[in-house]
């Protein structure tokens, strides 16, 4: 597999880290439902068998967070942004 | 209390058979250049542009790319980041130059004793790299002062190629030198037949 980053170009999949599912966001730990809303973000991911949206580390390249369109059951690879431009690196509360 | 006396040390210094020749092929340790990291502070990417383009005469490469003026080259390495290389003799102190330069704007490292410099150059050069480097180095797609992050053997490598034929420069951490060198003379030894 064959990842294209926006800065780098294409470049194998070796130079890159996994992190998992792009969506999930960090609960609101003050919030009333706390308790609920972290169990769901701990553990209630989807597996979906198709198109999946995940963060990607470019490490041994320009070392820069991906989010990255990606159809799990093909490996084919579809949209690729930074993080950063995405605004994902905003801190969680 | 003893008088020391030390001795600097390239990183690949006592290596066997450094600077080795194969047929179309040699590589040798680069020991004179400083090296310094140079990353923008969010917000300032504009004033960084501006100051070096003030002190030195040269726009910070975009990704992917090198830029020299002044004495000194830019090696993109990152996201508005890149490694800087000068002459240290030249300078006086790069990364107080560059400190200097760029006062808050960037947060500046000293590298140069962190990376061991390799110049690798013949017209063999590339049949040697296809060997270790998962990066397309033909001209078209790596064309002279095109510079890149990547890995061979599972050791870290900047390669950048530094002139329009075949002289290439790797950087690779000091740590691991000794063994990128090994897998280098293995790599040349299989493309060139070994010496
Ligand atoms: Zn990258």
């Known amino acids: 597999m064959r990842i294209p980053c926006p800065l780098c170009g294409e470049r194998d999949a070796s130079e890159f880290t996994y992190l998992g599912d792009a969506g999930p966001r960090r609960p609101d730990p003050t919030a009333p439902d706390a308790a609920?809303?972290?169990?769901?973000?701990?553990?209630?991911?989807?597996?979906?068998?198709?198109?999946?949206?995940e963060l990607w580390y470019h490490e041994a390249g320009c070392r820069s967070w991906l989010q990255v369109s990606r159809n799990t059951l093909t490996h084919e690879l579809g949209e690729v942004r930074r993080a950063e431009d995405l605004g994902l690196d905003e801190p969680s509360p | 209390m003893p008088d020391f006396t030390l001795a600097a040390r390239s990183p690949l210094a006592g290596a066997a058979a450094l600077a080795e020749s194969w047929p179309g092929f040699a590589v040798s340790e680069v020991t004179d250049l400083a090296l310094a990291s140079l990353a923008t502070r969010r917000g300032r990417e504009t004033e960084v542009r501006n100051r070096a383009k003030a002190r030195f005469d040269l726009e910070p490469p975009p990704p992917g790319r090198t830029a020299s003026g002044d004495g000194m080259t830019f090696l993109w390495t990152g996201h508005e980041q890149w490694f800087v290389e000068a002459q240290e003799s030249a300078l006086g102190g790069l990364e107080a130059l560059l400190r200097e330069t760029f006062e808050d704007s960037a947060a500046v490292t000293d590298q140069s004793d962190a990376w061991a410099n390799l110049r690798l150059e013949g017209p063999a050069t590339r049949a040697v790299l296809e060997k270790l480097c998962p990066l397309d180095l033909h001209p078209g797609a790596f064309p002279p002062?095109?510079?890149?992050?990547?890995?061979?053997?599972?050791?870290?490598?900047?390669?950048?190629?530094?002139?329009?034929?075949?002289?290439?420069?790797?950087?690779?951490?000091?740590?691991?030198?000794?063994?990128?060198?090994?897998?280098?003379?293995?790599?040349?030894?299989?493309?060139?037949?070994?010496?």
């Open chain 2, 145 to 195: 002062g095109a510079t890149a992050r990547t890995t061979m053997e599972h050791l870290s490598a900047i390669i950048t190629l530094r002139d329009d034929r075949w002289r290439f420069s790797i950087l690779t951490p000091r740590s691991s030198a000794g063994s990128f060198l090994h897998h280098l003379h293995q790599a040349a030894d299989s493309a060139c037949g070994a010496t």
């Open chain 1, 36 to 53: 609920e809303a972290f169990h769901d973000y701990l553990h209630l991911r989807d597996n979906p068998a198709g198109w999946h949206v």
